[in-house]
């Protein structure tokens, strides 16, 4: 039988890292921590965080800490702090540790892989979740749901039943879809097609319902991702 997951790290404690962080302290208090160095480690130790109105003061470790390896290990950075991240949780990983990331983009998991390997990574992407950071407070309604699995899910392996049932434990919602891949180029789709299109128009989202010139330019960069997946596969 397949030893259950009984310790987490999470690199990364913005809006998602915070939010899955709580839920496995209050499944657990032992069971997860955060890596973090430098101001971060001082910041998050003194601090905590508060999420949904309710103080957590969650385990910090700092990279070099030698201790135990992860059985998880929950990326949740910015796309900018990933190289950051990939050699901060190196003394978490051991023989039997998992990793998933749960940031935008559909590069993170190679990158981890190309240090770690990628018989450690699964494939995983968190959708509709409205969790806001402020401070050191973050907050959210919808809990959203990680969809997560290996690249195909026509039968479930090991490692994706033991962390589907962490998650059931931790009350945290998922889902493994038989397809990840096209998961991944599909959230990929809507990130490019929304928030670039936002972002070089300088309008909010709204302007996506109001205007046909803005769903023009959502439409089109969409499409640009379907042939780039198309070539990629």
Same mark, same amino acid.
């Given at each position: 039988?397949?030893?259950? &997951?009984?310790?987490?790290?999470?690199?990364?404690?913005?809006?998602?890292?915070?939010?899955?962080?709580?839920?496995?302290?209050?499944?657990?208090?032992?069971?997860?921590?955060?890596?973090?160095?430098?101001?971060?480690?001082?910041?998050?130790?003194?601090?905590?965080?508060? =999420?949904?109105?309710?103080?957590?003061?969650?385990?910090? *470790?700092?990279?070099?800490?030698?201790?135990?390896?992860?059985?998880?290990?929950? =990326?949740? *950075?910015?796309?900018?702090?990933?190289?950051?991240?990939?050699?901060?949780?190196?003394?978490? *990983?051991?023989?039997?540790?998992?990793?998933?990331? *749960?940031?935008?983009?559909?590069?993170?998991?190679?990158? &981890? #892989?190309?240090?770690?390997?990628?018989? $450690?990574?699964?494939?995983? =992407?968190?959708?509709?979740?409205?969790?806001?950071?402020?401070?050191?407070?973050?907050?959210?309604?919808?809990? #959203?749901?990680?969809?997560?699995?290996?690249?195909?899910?026509?039968?479930?392996?090991?490692? =994706? $039943?033991?962390?589907?049932?962490?998650?059931?434990?931790?009350?945290?919602?998922?889902?493994?879809?038989?397809?990840?891949?096209?998961?991944?180029?599909?959230?990929?789709?809507?990130?490019?097609?929304?928030?670039?299109?936002?972002?070089?128009?300088?309008?909010?989202?709204?302007?996506?319902?109001?205007?046909?010139?803005?769903?023009?330019?959502?439409?089109?960069?969409?499409?640009?991702?379907?042939?780039?997946?198309?070539?990629?596969?």
């Amino acid at each position: 039988m397949t030893p259950s &997951i009984e310790t987490i790290s999470i690199i990364g404690a913005g809006a998602l890292g915070a939010a899955y962080g709580a839920l496995l302290y209050d499944m657990d208090m032992r069971s997860v921590s955060f890596v973090a160095g430098g101001d971060r480690f001082q910041r998050l130790r003194k601090e905590g965080l508060i =999420v949904n109105g309710k103080r957590y003061i969650i385990p910090v *470790v700092l990279p070099e800490d030698m201790s135990a390896p992860a059985d998880l290990i929950i =990326v949740a *950075v910015k796309y900018h702090h990933l190289d950051n991240a990939i050699r901060d949780m190196r003394s978490r *990983v051991g023989a039997e540790t998992d990793i998933i990331s *749960v940031m935008n983009g559909i590069e993170s998991e190679e990158r &981890i #892989g190309a240090v770690y390997g990628m018989e $450690k990574v699964l494939y995983a =992407v968190s959708v509709g979740i409205d969790a806001l950071r402020e401070g050191n407070r973050v907050n959210y309604r919808n809990q #959203g749901k990680i969809l997560f699995g290996e690249a195909t899910n026509t039968f479930l392996t090991d490692r =994706v $039943k033991r962390i589907q049932a962490l998650f059931d434990k931790a009350g945290i919602i998922h889902e493994t879809p038989p397809d990840m891949m096209r998961v991944m180029w599909w959230k990929f789709m809507i990130n490019v097609g929304i928030n670039q299109a936002s972002a070089v128009l300088r309008q909010p989202f709204l302007a996506f319902q109001t205007s046909e010139e803005a769903r023009n330019l959502m439409e089109s960069s969409m499409r640009e991702v379907i042939s780039l997946s198309e070539k990629a596969q």
